[in-house]
């Protein structure tokens, strides 16, 4: 049994705290055969916020500094739960320093940062992972062998959006998500890179695309101890306003190297979209059709129905899934996002167990950062983008 030792880096947060979550719990659905996972130092530079992390991972180092972590002799993996312009920094440091990372989405600001930080891996022979984790859910899985299998022939359309209503409201308080100082892709590296990983599982590479971004409001009121998901403050002559300087949504039509067609849309100002996820893939034979709010749940169409009995039939993932049998006994019992955590900790575990990558690799995430790219240029310049 091997156990891996890990620092948080940024463990205070949402993020932080799941991942945390899912290295206590991952064994005790997948076993140890895999090897297993010890928190050894948790980072974050709020002390009051830190203060609250030591009941989370006993024995821990409580570190102030991710440098420390990085630095750290007895850490072997680096999990990035930081701000996104912090992400390339971090994880360059730590590849260097001859760790392994675990580096939530968005992997870089920049395309030509993430080639870098996967030649970085590739030359030092590390494990590398991003957090791309809706794909995980083994109903995608599913949806993978049916295309591979040719069920649905030939790909020729994917259709696919996911919408958070966070900034519906013009005066919804200010965020760091929404500092482009901070956050430089916005939504498109925030929200639209869940979608681009998607594309990249189930349909492949994308070659070319146009992109039109946009910002409701301008400015949002910045208000001490609101933030994420908070409802609109009520506003002073005293309020300050801070500027919004990313994208808050972003509409795409793009072409796959395979020469599928795709029309994209992801935004956090659909007013009532809590959370919303679809995609549908349309090909010569047959379609796919899914929604979070069915979480489990795959929808087909095959042209080999007879006529007269053709239509969407639903299927359930289950446990004759090996990673669903994990959980649960019978299907219909929906796993939901944090299982995908574990179900994703548990792969990075393994992966650098047995030293063997495990798609989204940060190969995989250049890409990714290569479509986000695209978008902000295309929006930027009104024009098409290729994808070298």
């Not at 489990?296 to 669903?324: K, M, Q, W």
Request: glycine share 10%.
């Amino acid at each position: 049994m091997n156990e891996i030792k890990v620092a948080v880096l940024g463990a205070s947060g949402w993020m932080g705290k799941t991942h945390m979550m899912a290295y206590q719990c991952f064994p005790h659905f997948f076993g140890t055969g895999g090897g297993t996972a010890r928190v050894i130092a948790l980072v974050e530079a709020n002390p009051t916020a830190a203060k609250d992390l030591a009941f989370r991972a006993p024995g821990a180092k409580i570190l102030g500094d991710w440098q420390d972590a990085v630095n750290d002799p007895d850490v072997d993996l680096i999990d990035i739960c930081l701000p996104d312009n912090l992400h390339y920094d971090v994880a360059k440091a730590a590849l260097l320093a001859g760790k392994h990372v675990y580096c939530e989405k968005p992997l870089a600001d920049t395309a030509a940062q993430a080639r870098e930080l996967a030649d970085i891996a590739q030359e030092k022979g590390l494990i590398t992972r991003v957090g791309h984790s809706f794909p995980r859910n083994p109903i995608h899985d599913r949806a993978k062998e049916i295309i591979e299998a040719g069920e649905i022939g030939e790909i020729k359309l994917f259709k696919a959006c996911q919408h958070i209503d966070i900034y519906g409201d013009p005066l919804a308080p200010y965020m760091w998500r929404a500092d482009g100082s901070l956050a430089p892709t916005g939504i498109i590296g925030d929200t639209g890179s869940h979608v681009f990983s998607f594309m990249e599982f189930l349909v492949g590479k994308v070659s070319s695309l146009i992109a039109d971004s946009y910002i409701t409001a301008p400015k949002r009121p910045k208000i001490d101890g609101l933030g994420y998901g908070d409802a609109a403050p009520e506003i002073t002559d005293d309020t300050e306003w801070g500027e919004v300087t990313n994208p808050d949504g972003t509409n795409i039509l793009c072409t796959f190297e395979n020469g599928a067609k795709g029309l994209i849309d992801f935004s956090r100002v659909a007013t009532g979209r809590k959370f919303m996820q679809t995609y549908e893939i349309y090909g010569t034979k047959g379609s796919l059709v899914y929604t979070f709010d069915e979480v489990n749940r795959l929808r087909f169409y095959s042209n080999d129905d007879a006529l007269g009995r053709r239509g969407f039939r639903a299927i359930d993932v289950g446990p004759e899934h090996p990673t669903y049998a994990a959980f649960l006994p019978l299907p219909n019992f929906a796993l939901g996002y944090n299982e995908g955590k574990i179900i994703e900790i548990a792969e990075v575990i393994k992966s650098i167990t047995t030293q063997t990558p495990m798609w989204p690799t940060f190969e995989n995430g250049h890409h990714i950062c290569q479509i986000v790219d695209a978008c902000l240029t295309s929006a930027d310049k009104r024009v098409w983008v290729d994808i070298a």
